[in-house]
């Protein structure tokens, strides 16, 4: 009775920008996947973090390549919001730069059942407004190979 999803769901997930994460929601502004790294043992580090969880020492946000494949996915048939056509695709993929650096996204511009496990894609971003800044979502895209 109390799960209203047609407001709770906004157009994207967007999140607060605190210190950590803002390079991660705002490096699409200069076309850059911003992903924070450890200045000392150079672990990648998402999602975004205080300081490095293997070594305690601080974090720099850095550009990584942006390809990566895609490790699980979901296709949402449900149009939580008449602003999201539906059906979009919802994926956790797998960074190039390190086996277990992961992020939540989107897979766009292709049709949701081509898509497969293992499948390469590269970021792209995507500029929503949120309050008094641009914030630019990481998408993922077919990777098409040279
Ligand atoms: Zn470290």
Partial sequence: MADDASQAIPKRMLPPLSTENRPFWTGGADGLLLIQQCTECALWVSPPAADCPDCGATLAARPVSGRAEVLTYTVNHQPFNPAVPVPYVIAIVKLDEQADLRIATNIVDCEPDSIHVGMKVHVRFERHELED???????????IEA
């Fill in 133 to 143: 800044e641009s914030v630019f979502v990481p998408v993922f895209a077919p990777r």
